[in-house]
């Protein structure tokens, strides 16, 4: 019964910002790394950025300098702060996390419904 719920997704304009947060709940026992993916239409899956339980990040070429990663793990909470928007970014961004739950003796994947960005010109 884990559950990751991401919200903040929108309509914005090209150069602004947008913060993404995603929430995990549930029987939880611990998470490792966490991260967020995303597709646009007709493309593939890419992960744009991930932070291990330990606060080390890393990024997609293609968003380095414009978005960060954090978390809050006392909330079971990743965060996306995204800025300098370009229409390329409009997807559907997807949460991920690696969850070991109170029943499980390993860490399972598991993924948010998505929430949908679009960047206008």
Known sequence: Q????????G?????GSLTLSCA?????FSINTMGW???AP????ELVAVITSGGSTSYADSVKGRFTISRANAKNTVYLQMNSLKPEDTAVYYCNAEIQSTHS???LEHWGQGTLVTVSS
């Open 42 to 45: 007709g493309k593939q899956r």
């Open 37 to 39: 993916y995303r597709q």
């Open 24 to 28: 995990a709940s549930g029987s939880i």
């Open 2 to 9: 884990v559950q990751l719920v991401e919200s903040g997704g």
């Open 11 to 15: 309509l914005v304009q090209a150069g």
């Open 105 to 107: 003796l390993r860490y």
